[in-house]
């Protein structure tokens, strides 16, 4: 693969791992804006069957299959989403405290933008589609309601069994890979995100290795299932995620106090500035997908 793909795809994999870290913005949401997300969910299928023939002692099949991932590209997308993890981490959350209310302004831009270059790619717009995005919408804003702090609170100490943590790594990790909602938010509203910070924190390696299990069987189940629906149900699957980037308004709008809370207030205060920060941020996120739609022959 050439270098300048390589790094092209860290820098991909910057920005998503830069919208992981946010309440409410997902990685997936970044890689369809960029036009990758079918091919990241395909080779994560391929991966998850290869891992799947090499379970049941197909070492020829696994092989085979292992060979057809992508793994130069896939490869250098995660080494970009662990760099911004990695480096933005304490960025983001020092802008959240102090500058709550621009900072989700400019997130909220963000996702607007992605619901347009999302919307554009449904192929055969109906009203169909529309009733599924509304739907979807709905669901998730009533689901994102039903906790209204979204900052984790209490003790950073393990306190379940190692089983619970397996489940809550499978369904923080198909959240991540889904447009319009974090994996981090969804362990706060199960309540396990203070529990596997705790883990980190302790070096617990059981309830660490439990908890990525989790993320690799539900990985590997999710993106198989995505993958077929969007093979067979391109146009249906695109509109619910439009509709969840919809529903992830919940967690972004900026009033009344960013994204620390899911409660909605009307525009107070400090106004102005924030919706110039959304239309710059959605401007951006146009932009962006045209170029990257100008690049996309490159990486073939």
């Avoid at 790094?7 to 791992?17: D, K, L, P, S």
């Avoid at 689901?143 to 209204?148: T, Y």
């Avoid at 069994?161 to 923080?172: E, H």
């Avoid at 990790?173 to 447009?179: D, K, N, T």
Wanted: charge should be neutral; aromatic fraction near 6%.
């Amino acid at each position: 693969m050439p270098l300048s793909t390589i790094v092209r795809q860290i820098a991909r994999g910057f920005v998503m791992g830069s919208a992981d870290i946010v309440p409410g913005v997902s990685g997936g949401t970044v890689a369809l804006v960029l036009g990758i997300y079918g091919r990241l969910i395909e080779n994560i299928q391929r991966g998850a069957s290869a891992l799947r023939s090499l379970l049941s002692r197909d070492g020829s099949a696994a092989i085979s299959k292992a060979t057809s991932v992508e793994w130069g590209w896939l490869l250098s997308l995660l080494a970009g989403i662990l760099i911004a993890i990695a480096t933005l981490s304490a960025l983001l959350e020092q802008l959240l405290e102090e500058h709550a209310i621009r900072t989700s302004a400019v997130f909220l831009g963000l996702i607007a933008g992605s619901i347009v270059v999302a919307s554009q790619l449904i192929r055969d717009r109906n009203v169909a589609h529309v009733a599924i995005a509304i739907v979807a919408a709905a669901a998730l804003f009533f689901v994102l309601g039903l906790r209204s702090d979204t900052h984790a609170v209490g003790p950073e100490i393990v306190t379940r069994p190692t089983w619970v943590f397996v489940l809550a790594g499978a369904l923080a990790i198909c959240a991540m890979i889904l447009p319009g909602i974090s994996g981090s938010f969804i362990l706060v509203m199960i309540g396990m995100y203070t529990e596997i910070i705790g883990a980190v924190n302790d070096r617990n390696l059981a309830v660490l290795a439990a908890t990525g299990t989790g993320c690799v069987v539900g990985l590997a189940g999710f993106s198989t299932l995505l993958n077929w629906l969007l093979d067979r149900y391109h146009d249906i699957v695109i509109a619910a995620m439009v509709g969840l980037m919809l529903g992830s308004v919940r967690v972004l709008w900026p009033w009344p106090n960013g994204t620390s809370t899911t409660a909605l207030s009307a525009p107070q205060h400090d106004v102005m500035i924030p919706f110039a920060l959304m239309f710059v941020a959605a401007a951006v996120v146009i932009a962006v997908q045209r170029l990257s739609a100008r690049s996309a022959s490159s990486d073939s």
